[in-house]
C-alpha cells in the first residue's frame, strides 16, 4: 500500500471523526478489501457448520461503525485493529446467541435462589413426621419454602 492512499484513508478518518457523514461512505470502498480478507481470516476458524458469511460480517461491522460517535481516530492500523475487535465480538455474541438457543434459550430461566416449592404431601406412603420425610410435614398454611427455611429443616433432621 503506497504512502499517499494511507494518507487518504488517515485523512478520511479524521474527518469522519469530526462529524462528515460522507467521510465513512468514501472511507469503506478504500478498506473494505482489507476488511474482507480480516472477515475471511477469522471466519476460517469457526466452526464449519456456522452460517455467518464473510460479507454478512464486514457488513455488520460497518453498521456498528455508524453507531460509533466521538471516536478519535488515529490512523488506517487504528481503524483496522478497531475493525478486528469488532468482528471478534460480532462472531463471540452469534457463537452466544446459537449456544443459547440451542440450550433452551427460549424458555424461562428459574434461579436456583428462588422461591423452591415443597410438595405438602410426603411420597413415602404412611410416613411420620421424623427422619428425611419431616420435610414433607411442612404446615398445609406454607405452601411455599425458601432456601433457608429447607435447609435449616435438613440440618435439623441431620443432627438428630
Keep these: 500500500m503506497d504512502i499517499d492512499h494511507s494518507r487518504d484513508i488517515t485523512g478520511l478518518l479524521h474527518a469522519w471523526a469530526k462529524g462528515d457523514a460522507r467521510a465513512l461512505d ?3 470502498p478504500l478498506v473494505y478489501d482489507d476488511l ?3 472477515a475471511h481470516s477469522y471466519m476460517a476458524r469457526e466452526a464449519p457448520d456456522n452460517t455467518l458469511q ?3 460480517l464486514v457488513n455488520e461491522v460497518y453498521l456498528r461503525l455508524l453507531g ?3 471516536v478519535d481516530w488515529q490512523n488506517r492500523a487504528h481503524f483496522l485493529a478497531v475493525c478486528a475487535t469488532v468482528m471478534r465480538r460480532i462472531l463471540i455474541d452469534f457463537a452466544r446467541s446459537r449456544r443459547s438457543l440451542k440450550r433452551g434459550g427460549t424458555a ?4 436456583l435462589d428462588d422461591v423452591i416449592l415443597v410438595s405438602q404431601t410426603p411420597r413415602v406412603p404412611n410416613a411420620s413426621p421424623s427422619g428425611a420425610s419431616a420435610i414433607f410435614a411442612i404446615p398445609k398454611s ?3 419454602a425458601t ?3 429447607v435447609m435449616k429443616m435438613l440440618d435439623g433432621l441431620m443432627s438428630r
Design 142 to 144: 406454607s405452601t411455599f
Design 108 to 111: 424461562t430461566h428459574v434461579p
Design 147 to 149: 432456601p433457608r427455611v
Design 68 to 70: 460509533a460517535d466521538a
Design 36 to 38: 474482507h480478507r480480516a
Design 26 to 28: 468514501s472511507l469503506m
Design 54 to 56: 464473510t460479507t454478512a
